[in-house]
């Protein structure tokens, strides 16, 4: 099975700040990324599909990049509703599998 | 607007037989794979399987001794049956909408709210 790994398992910043998450993959995955962001008690809610593409209704503010096996989540001013845990995942072949996570909390 | 509605017992004991329902309310059933996913407290996401309305199924080979996922299209609803439960198995459990598997989108955009189930004895 591929393997995502995620980094940093957790961050802290300010509001208007600029935030990256990056997710590595252990094998090339060409652009079969998903971005996931998820809050307490909640379901998780699509961010960015096909590594960069913004899922309709996602403020604009988010963006994914990269391709085969670096990625990153960019949060270009963040939001104090943007307090959430994000996870990749990748759709490159079965099974299908999630990075471990990110916890972005607000200073 | 796809709604999936998601029940199932909450608490089980080791060795019992996890059961779920998922019924999808709105859209279409039959143009789209469902998936089952779980989370441990505290913990990341885990893909479990997925089915779709002809009973076609992809399963996560570290649990699939142990799961049965099944659909009942009169009723729009899908199903998950996990055997032999243990504490390990105790997580949120979700139903989720696979965008597109023809197309190989294999990713979820929509979900359901999730079910807490707890094994203990």
């Known amino acids: 099975a591929i393997q995502l790994t995620q980094s940093p398992s957790s961050l802290s910043a300010s509001v208007g700040d600029r935030v990256t998450i990056t997710c590595r993959a252990s094998q090339a995955i060409s652009t079969a990324l998903a971005w996931y962001q998820q809050k307490p008690g909640k379901p998780p809610k699509l961010l960015i599909y096909?590594?960069?593409s913004l899922e309709s209704g996602v403020p604009s503010r988010f963006s994914g990049s990269g391709s085969e096996t670096d990625f990153t989540l960019t949060i270009s001013s963040l939001q104090p509703e943007d307090s959430a845990a994000y996870y990749c995942q990748h759709f490159n072949s079965y099974p299908l599998t999630f990075g471990g996570g990110t916890q972005v909390e607000i200073k | 607007q796809v709604q999936l509605q998601q029940w199932g017992a909450g608490l089980l004991k080791p060795s019992e037989t996890l059961s779920l329902t998922c019924a999808v309310h709105g859209g279409s059933f039959s143009g789209y794979y469902w998936s089952w996913i779980r989370q441990p407290p505290g913990k990341g996401l885990e893909w479990i399987g997925e089915?779709?309305?002809?009973?076609?199924?992809n399963q996560n080979p570290s649990l699939k001794s142990r799961v049965s996922v099944l659909v009942d299209t009169s009723k729009n609803q899908v199903s998950l049956k996990l055997s032999s439960v243990t504490a390990a198995d105790t997580a949120v459990y979700f139903c989720?909408?696979?965008?597109?598997?023809?197309?190989?989108?294999?990713?979820?955009?929509?979900w359901g709210q999730g079910t807490l189930v707890t094994v203990s004895s």
């Open positions: 089915i779709n309305h002809v009973g076609s199924t």
């Open positions: 989720a909408r696979m965008a597109d598997y023809v197309s190989g989108r294999h990713y979820f955009d929509s």
């Open positions: 096909d590594a960069s």
